[in-house]
């Protein structure tokens, strides 16, 4: 049955590919946009998406291009699969071609996402009355082999949004419950950027296996990785997010009860979780140390959340050692480049002033 909400998908790669092929199976508008021509030639001479796995069929999409204004002109709901180190830069092409009313959706925001962008809009001239929401966390597992083609391999059971200003989540949470049922209204912003947890469970072990990554070793990220004492300190680490979690009032799981909730496992320690966790099997663990688990999860993860901690005065010392250890050693200065209170466009904020903000879009 044809729907009336209309979709605008930025980004085609693994997520961008299968959320365009299942919306449009599911028989809404959509259209795709992505910077790289071979990919949307592609998905243009086939007329859509083919998908495969956990949902089958083939999605006819309206529009496969790269023209930032036909993607989205006309679009209810701008919807950015990308990774979060790009959010900046997609916000600055977004920006002239945005329309009063739109909703754009990060999806996911990583740490601080919809703040971000809504700056970035700014710098780059933006006027249109927008609302910018985010989600945890990317609402499949999935691959897309080659352009045109995605696997969906499984899709999770709940998906938190939260939109920006906080009054308007529950419209944007109706509109996305018209596909996926199991979105879930945030309080607000701070519920999907504080829910990140990415940010607790990748750059730590990575840094610290260091040594096997550049080793000649192959080995599993999870199984041999996430050892003991890595272990133990990734739970403190999380004592850290969480205690971030009280100061703003949100309702977060600790990531051994997200484990239990999540995966049904149930084991004293992060080190013993992982290993009994089935879904883990075949992970690898990476051969360098620049990929996404240092270069997006420590400047979009730990580095907003130390700012945050900053703020509203919760100390955050491991978070603060991983971010230092990770910039000194692929050499980046994460403080600078990465989601700082200056960068997000909140500097001198308190923490209430904060909060008015991210609940009414106002400063």
């Known amino acids: 049955m044809a729907k009336t909400t209309k979709w605008a998908i930025i980004g085609g790669g693994n997520g961008g ?24 030639d592609v998905i243009s001479e086939q007329g859509g998406i083919h998908v495969e796995g956990a949902v089958e069929g083939f999605g006819t999409l309206e529009l496969a291009t790269t023209d930032i204004n036909k993607a989205v002109d006309g679009a209810d709901i701008v919807m950015v699969v990308a990774p979060a180190t790009a959010h900046r830069t997609i916000a600055g092409t977004c920006a002239p071609a945005l329309a009063d009313g739109q909703i754009v ?13 809504k700056q970035a809009l700014s710098d780059n001239g933006c006027t249109a009355k927008l609302t910018i929401a985010e989600t945890n966390t990317l609402i499949y597992a999935c691959r897309s082999p080659q352009p045109g083609h995605a696997r969906i391999i499984g899709i999770k059971n709940d998906l938190v949004v939260a939109a920006l200003p906080a009054r308007d989540t529950a419209t944007v949470a109706t509109l996305f419950k018209e596909a996926f049922t199991q979105v879930v209204a945030g309080v607000n ?24 990554i550049e080793s000649v070793h ?29 100061a703003f009032g949100v309702d977060l799981l600790p990531i051994l009860t997200w484990y ?3 995966y049904g496992i149930d084991k004293p320690t992060l080190s013993e979780t ?46 603060e050692v991983i971010a230092k250890l990770g910039g000194y050693l692929v050499d980046e200065d994460f403080f600078t480049t990465g989601r700082t209170l200056k960068n997000l466009g909140v500097e001198g ?7 008015t903000f991210i609940e009414t879009g106002e400063r």
């Not at 904020?349 to 909060?355: F, G, N, V």
């Open 17 to 40: 590919q299968s959320l365009a092929g299942h919306l449009a199976i599911m028989g809404f508008p959509v259209t795709i946009y992505d910077i790289f021509q071979q990919t949307i």
């Open 105 to 117: 959706i990060l999806h996911p925001g990583a740490t601080c996402g919809s703040l971000e962008f």
């Open 189 to 212: 912003v701070m519920q999907p950027s504080l829910g990140n947890a990415n940010a607790v469970v990748h750059p730590a072990p990575s840094l610290l296996n260091t040594s096997m």
């Open 218 to 246: 192959q080995w599993s990220y999870y199984y041999d990785g996430i050892t003991p004492s890595i272990g133990a300190f990734v739970e403190k680490l999380d004592a850290e997010r969480m205690a971030l979690a009280d």
């Open 260 to 262: 239990k909730v999540a």
């Open 274 to 319: 992982v290993r009994a966790n089935p879904a883990y099997d075949g992970i690898a663990g990476q051969k360098e140390l620049k990929t996404r688990y240092i270069m997006e999860d420590i400047p979009t993860g730990l580095v907003p959340m130390i700012e945050l901690g900053k703020l509203c005065g919760v100390p955050t010392p491991r978070m």
């Open 349 to 355: 904020m308190s923490r209430d002033d904060l909060m």
